[in-house]
Every structure is written in structure tokens, then in C-alpha cells.
């Protein structure tokens, strides 16, 4: 009998542990993947998404729209206090207004174009034909000197979950 729980012991452990989980690192949250992957899937294209947020999120709402004859999707993401993160997704190249952009690397193989102003903080990339833009905004501006609860650290790394 022991043998036999032995061996289920086993092949349970073993399960486990071909299974993909992906632990959410610290100072980061997870969010409701299945709505989103719901919503995903009426798209004409399949972008990725990232394996976790930078924001305790409590609700998301998804929108679908089409501009100059492409079809877009927005995933907004909202906090209890009213912070937001947006992630674009668009087939193709997307029109992104810069005030002041920066580039950087965001893995070996992808390059983005980040921008922080007084509102906002915005990272933008493309990866297989799909455009990905992650829009930062808290609910109040801050005042001056003072830093927005996202960084631009944990944008690139959110980034880089999209592709893991």
C-alpha cells in the first residue's frame, strides 16, 4: 500500500511540476487573465499578454474599435483609487503623439520608446506585426517632486512578461 501512495506521491509531484505557473514577483499583481483572454479572442490578430500588472487592480474593462481601417483593442486596468493602466493592442503601427521620447531596450530582442511627463508614463514596442502601448496614468497628478507609484522600471518588466 505504501508503495503504491509512493508511486501517486510521485506522479503528482512530477504534475506539479511540468505544469506552467508563473509566480508573480514581488511589487507586482495579478489580474483577471480568463476575462481577458475572452475578450482576446475576438480580435482578427492574437497578441500576447503579460504574465502580471504593476497596479492591485478591481476592475478591467475591454474595448474594441477600429481607426483608419484597423482594428484596435484597449484593456483598461483600475485600481481602487482610480489609477489606470491602459495596454493598446493594434495590428500594425499605431500613431503615437510623443512629447519626449526615449529609447530603450527592452529584452535582447525588443526595442521600445518610453515617455514620462507630469500625467502619464507611456512604453510602446512591436513584436510580430503587433503593436503594444502601456499607458500609466494616476488618478491625481502629482505635485511637483513627486514620483508617480509606477516606475519606469516596472513598465519594461511588465513589458517583458508579454513575452516570456
Known amino acids: ?7 501517486l506521491f510521485f506522479c503528482l509531484l512530477m504534475i506539479n511540476a511540468c505544469s506552467k505557473t508563473h509566480a508573480v514577483p514581488s511589487g507586482y499583481h495579478s489580474y483577471n ?8 479572442e475576438q480580435l482578427d490578430f492574437q497578441p500576447e499578454l503579460p504574465e502580471y500588472i504593476p497596479i492591485p487592480m478591481i476592475s478591467v474593462v475591454s474595448d474594441i474599435y477600429q481607426d483608419e481601417g484597423k482594428q484596435l483593442m484597449d484593456l483598461s486596468f483600475y485600481t481602487q483609487d482610480n489609477d489606470l493602466l491602459t495596454i493598446q493592442f493594434s495590428q500594425g503601427e499605431m500613431d503615437t503623439p510623443w512629447m519626449d521620447p526615449e529609447e530603450l531596450s527592452i529584452n535582447d530582442e525588443i526595442d521600445g520608446v518610453y515617455e514620462d511627463n507630469r500625467f502619464s508614463k507611456k512604453l510602446t514596442w512591436e513584436r510580430d506585426g503587433v503593436t503594444y502601448l502601456m499607458t500609466y496614468r494616476a488618478s491625481v497628478a502629482p505635485e511637483e517632486g513627486n514620483e508617480q507609484s509606477v516606475t519606469r522600471q516596472q513598465l519594461v518588466e511588465v513589458a517583458r512578461s508579454f513575452h516570456s
Open 1 to 7: 500500500m505504501w508503495k503504491r501512495f509512493g508511486i
Open 33 to 40: 487573465m480568463e476575462k481577458v483572454s475572452s475578450a482576446i
